[in-house]
């Protein structure tokens, strides 16, 4: 029977929904996460090498980024004979327009040497398919919300604002669009807020969650009318979408090719990179309100056709292993 390991150095829901279905041991070296940086790469590539020597796995899978790991599963290879396998995100893809020739280089090299390549969408495949290798498209498998009592909210409607305060994610806009619509709709903003904005310039129906454990994440997602995830990323299928459709949530979603194509039902679209985005997402919180139930319905109909059409597209990575 094949031993299949899964290495990431990242907190990604992803990886640990894939590694439970593929039967993966999963192992997340995500303890050195906020150490200095050479601290963290050096006890990772330690523990790495540890893991290895001790399982002796036929086929390794691990989450790029890390760039390093990925780098170290490569050099790793010959000395214990394993499969390598990249689970690569759009950020580790360097397909934006805007990607360093160097990050374009190493993604490209990376997934050349790589045995098989795993990507979010069709879109990212048929660009990395282009650069030679055995790719195949697996989106996020629709994740395991926790069954956790409701939160206690003061407004009668509210909004949960999935984001990591990233250069892709229009999080002024949003919080401008917030600052625009009635306070009786309360926004739940997660991620690490520090260093990009002040949060008591904001109204108070803006309410900073930071970076929340996946028990307080789960309970928020049950417990709003719907949620907000934007990326202004062109090839991007963002998590909050699965997570929102697991959850029976409407969605506010970037209007993009890729985002309509997957979440076709239950889904408001916003554009978010232009002018007078903050006015644009208004209208769409207020369109998910008044449709709310008509929405909800919706995704009842989508969470359904995702799975059938995820479980055809895991046969094919199953092919692959």
């Not at 990242?10 to 590694?19: G, K, N, P, V």
């Not at 978010?272 to 207020?286: C, E, F, Y």
Request: aromatic share 8%; with cysteine.
């Amino acid at each position: 029977m094949m031993q299949l390991l899964w290495l990431t150095w990242e907190d990604h829901r992803r990886s640990r929904s894939l590694a439970r279905v593929l039967g993966a041991e999963l192992h997340e070296l995500t303890s050195t996460l906020g150490r200095p940086r050479l601290i963290r790469y050096g006890l990772n590539v330690y523990d790495t090498v540890r893991i290895l020597g001790r399982r002796r796995p036929d086929t390794v899978i691990c989450q790029c980024p890390s760039f390093v790991l990925a780098l170290l599963m490569v050099l790793l290879r010959p000395v214990f004979g394993y499969r390598f396998g990249l689970d690569a995100h759009n950020g580790a893809l360097a397909i934006e327009p805007d990607s360093p020739g160097l990050l374009r280089w190493l993604a490209g090299w990376l997934q050349r040497r790589a045995d098989f390549v795993i990507v979010h969408n069709d879109a990212v495949e048929a660009f990395v398919k282009d650069r030679g290798g055995t790719v195949v498209a697996l989106p996020d498998p629709l994740p395991g919300i926790a069954e956790v009592a409701p939160a206690d909210f003061p407004r009668p409607f509210n909004l949960l604002f999935v984001c990591t305060f990233k250069p892709d994610e229009p999080y002024l806009a949003v919080l401008e669009a917030a600052r625009l619509i009635d306070p009786g709709i309360g926004i739940y903003v997660t991620g690490d807020l520090r260093g990009k904005i002040d949060p008591g310039t904001w109204p108070d129906h803006i309410v900073f969650c930071g970076r929340v454990p996946w028990e307080r994440y789960d309970q928020l997602l049950r417990s709003v009318n719907g949620v907000i995830d934007l990326s202004t990323r062109e090839r991007c299928l963002v998590c909050g979408a699965y997570e929102a459709v697991a959850a029976g949530k409407p969605m506010i979603l970037s209007r993009t090719p890729t985002l309509m194509d997957y979440f076709a039902r239950g889904a408001v679209f916003t554009d978010n990179t232009v002018g007078d985005s903050p006015h644009s997402i208004r209208r769409a919180i207020l369109d998910l309100r008044a449709r709310e139930a008509e929405l909800k319905a919706e995704v009842a109909i989508l969470k359904r056709e995702l799975a059938q059409d995820w479980n055809a597209r895991l046969q094919r990575l199953l092919g692959v292993l």
